[in-house]
């Protein structure tokens, strides 16, 4: 893997990337909504491209795995160093100058060694579809000894809940073609809620509908 240049919009680039969840919080429900994940993507693409203006979603992928996996290496080393250090002063200091902007990832970039221990020494794009299936298996695998527990959590709801009811009625009652409009809109509208870019005038409304 080439170099990572000290420049600004690289530094603009991780982030954005801190600021989408979707693709980096394993613990994140958002984490395992494709949808979410694929607008993440095409969102993060376009700070990308002032990097590699001739990038696609593929290429960028390929560069964030190269990227989190020398993280790890580095990670990995301040880690074991600070198990055996008996003072800061003897902490591995890592070498990579973007270490401290994915300091984000640290705790959230694999559920379990394994997978951390397999990223780390493959080369090869980490599918985040085939370790989100792989993560289903293993809580399907779960659920007899977590049967008492979801039970519990059945009976609760908070205002997302009450919200997407109400949200779910509305949508059953337009035709195909603003349906799929009105699922482009509140796409759009939750990944620039997720970058804090969500303002009054980013929902345009009919002249008959503007509060005056």
Known sequence: MSAIPQTDNWIDFFKVYRQLPALWSVYDEVYKNQRMKKLAFNCLLECYKKIDSKANVDSMRRKIN?????????????????????STHEVYVPHLWYFNELSFLRGHDARTPQLASLAETSDMFWNDDDHDENESKNELNDDKDNDSEKE????????ADIYAEGWATSYRKLDQTNKLLAKKAIEEILVLGQLNQLEFNSVKMPNSLQIK
Not at 66 to 86: D, H, N, P
Request: proline fraction near 0%; hydrophobic fraction near 30%.
């Open 66 to 86: 190269s990227i989190r996996t020398c993280f790890r290496r580095e990670l990995r080393k301040v880690e074991q160093s600070e198990q055996m250090a008996e």
């Open 152 to 159: 519990s959590k059945v009976n609760l709801r908070d205002e």
